[in-house]
């Protein structure tokens, strides 16, 4: 099993994103299951989601502690992401411009950057949680067109089109390092 | 069909859309709301051919969902906790006025304090409203105990309560096979009710009843529900026959078959409960998961049945039997296996009261405490 815990701010949509994730995987024939975490409900208060993917039916009912993958849509929630507990070889995918200042294995996407030139921006903050979702569909290795259907399935054509651009852009320009020092 | 992904209150509004109901009476509290929000917009959308009461408080929505059941409606409704504790009233009042309904008891813990996430003792409280209730543990089976429900209220004139985990179920989300419409039909045809309330009818309902009266129409309320066993387990098993999933009948051996220790539960924690058996395998104990699907009418004879003698049986509770000194179910399943006399042994934990977490390494940690002080 692999699992996925996935750290950001009320109101960026970090639900969605397990959920748009989950939708996408679930198209590659894996089980998968979504655990998000209600604490305080109000924007910008620190929220989670865990997701899970195996080859067979998932029975955990319990919150994540020992994620293989750490997701963060802010850099800044680094440290309060590693006091919840990671997997040892726990690695990280995160909407930043320069590497974590971990020594792990670490994805990087300007997620924020990529809204922006898409225009994928409500209320003034841009909509991060698409750009992640292809970031983290490219990093799972689950095929483009699986991430575009469940973004065709959330969204009406009008809605799905920036979203798809940003998702693909995404998708496309994540790059993975090897962190530096911890 | 193809399995789709959905959260357990997606799964409960879809099953309920699939069992064409007529009435639903609803009022917001979470984590129950979501449902009430999907069955609102399918009915809005004209995707469902019934009629939404948005009432002031969960006592009418109880009330409502009575009136609506004499009146020959099939009826839905959804709640939580103090919800669950408002509706305590009519609940009595429905049971004993052999109305048939189906409500979904997302579990959640009750006041004071406030506390927003799982535990039973919503649900636990009401044991002995003579109601039914199930209690599941994946988002599947949410979906089909909806369907199996309306089948069984619908025969036995008996409320039915399938209660699942808040968060954990209800806003997680798993994969999960609707039914084709054309075999939820077929497994669950029109509801014709043997009598309504209605101004060609000339009976009257609920009036004032003299002790011979009172006390015959109670005592059938409980040998119905004692009959309601045979009838859970043979639509389970009409419902596997044509639908083709299996859920256990009013219980579940999760687990090699010549264990001798039990971890009894219900809810979610039954699913993690099977890693928590893989974990003691490795501590050289065999051990298997039995998991309570059905906890009114309590299953006495399948556990008096299938428990092997010199069992050792530990019990999780996700409720306090307040004054007993532990969990409904611990005094549920003593008492049911007091007769056979032989060398059970049984004992208990209240746990994950409130939302403590219960992954499987906890549980395991637990059992093997508490099979350490059986072997004391």
Same mark, same amino acid.
């Given at each position: ?23 996408? *995987?679930?198209? #590659? $024939?894996?089980? =998968? @299951?979504?655990?998000?975490? !209600?604490?305080? %409900? ?66 990087? *996407?300007?997620? #924020? $950057?990529?809204? =922006? @030139?898409?225009?994928?921006? !409500?209320?003034? %903050? ?57 | ?376």
């Amino acid at each position: 099993m692999l699992e996925l815990r996935i750290h950001g701010r009320g109101g960026q949509g970090v639900v969605t994103l397990a959920e748009l994730l989950a939708q996408a *995987v679930l198209k #590659t $024939g894996q089980e =998968v @299951q979504t655990l998000p975490f !209600f604490g305080v %409900e109000r924007r910008g208060a620190a929220v989670k989601a865990a997701l899970r993917l195996d080859s067979q039916p998932i029975l955990v009912r319990s919150l994540s502690y020992r994620p293989n993958m750490i997701v963060l849509l802010n850099e800044n929630l680094l440290s309060l992401a590693l006091s919840e507990g990671a997997a040892e070889d726990v690695f990280f995918a995160a909407n930043a411009r320069s590497p974590l200042p971990v020594n792990a294995a670490q994805w990087l *996407v300007d997620a #924020t $950057g990529v809204a =922006v @030139q898409n225009q994928l921006i !409500f209320a003034g %903050e841009p909509f991060i949680n698409v750009p992640m979702l292809g970031a983290l569909c490219r990093i799972l290795d689950v095929p483009e067109p699986a991430m575009e259907s469940a973004i065709r399935e959330q969204w009406e054509e009008k809605t799905a089109r920036p979203n798809l651009a940003a998702a693909g852009q995404a998708y496309h320009s994540v790059i993975k390092i090897q962190g530096g020092a911890a | 069909m193809s399995k789709i992904l959905n959260t357990g209150n997606g799964a409960c509004a879809m099953a309920v859309k699939a069992a064409k109901v007529d009435i639903i009476a609803a009022y917001p509290i979470t984590p129950q709301t979501s449902i009430a929000e999907k069955l609102a917009a399918y009915v809005a959308q004209g995707e469902m051919d019934a009629k939404y009461l948005p009432v002031e408080s969960e006592h009418s929505v109880m009330s409502a969902s009575a009136a609506a059941s004499a009146a020959g409606a099939r009826t839905f409704t959804a709640t939580s906790s103090q919800g669950l504790l408002y509706m305590h009233e009519v609940l009595h009042y429905t049971a004993g006025g052999r109305l048939p309904l189906v409500i979904a008891n997302v579990n959640r813990a009750i006041c004071a304090p406030w506390c927003l996430y799982v535990d039973h003792q919503d649900a636990v409280s009401q044991r002995d409203t003579g109601w039914i209730q199930f209690f599941v543990s994946t988002i599947q089976e949410i979906y089909d105990t909806i369907l199996l429900a309306y089948k069984v209220t619908e025969q036995i004139e008996i409320p039915v309560m399938v209660n699942y985990d808040g968060f954990l179920l209800s806003h997680s989300m798993m994969p999960f096979e609707p039914a084709d419409q054309a075999l939820v039909d077929a497994f669950l045809p029109a509801y014709e009710p043997n009598w309504r309330l209605h101004p060609q009818w000339g009976g009257t309902f609920g009036n004032v009843a003299p002790a011979d009266e009172y006390t015959a129409h109670r005592r059938r309320l409980a040998e119905d529900l004692e009959k309601a066993k045979e009838l859970i387990e043979s639509e389970a098993r009409n419902f596997q026959d044509l639908i083709g999933r299996w859920h256990g009948g009013l219980l579940d051996w999760q687990g090699p078959g010549d264990a001798e220790v039990l971890l009894v539960s219900m809810g979610s924690m039954a699913s993690e409960v099977q890693l928590a058996v893989q974990l003691l395998e490795r501590h050289g104990i065999r051990a298997a998961g039995l998991r309570i699907r059905v906890f009114r009418p309590f299953p006495r004879e399948a556990l008096a049945r299938i428990i092997p003698a010199g069992a050792k049986v530990l019990v999780f509770d996700r409720n306090h039997a307040y004054g007993t000194g532990g969990g409904a179910l611990l005094s549920e399943i003593k008492a049911a296996l007091y007769d056979r006399r032989d060398n059970i042994q049984i004992t208990g934990r209240v746990m994950g009261v409130g939302g403590e977490d219960l992954p499987a390494s906890l549980l395991a940690s637990q059992a093997l405490e508490m099979w350490e002080e059986l072997n004391r």
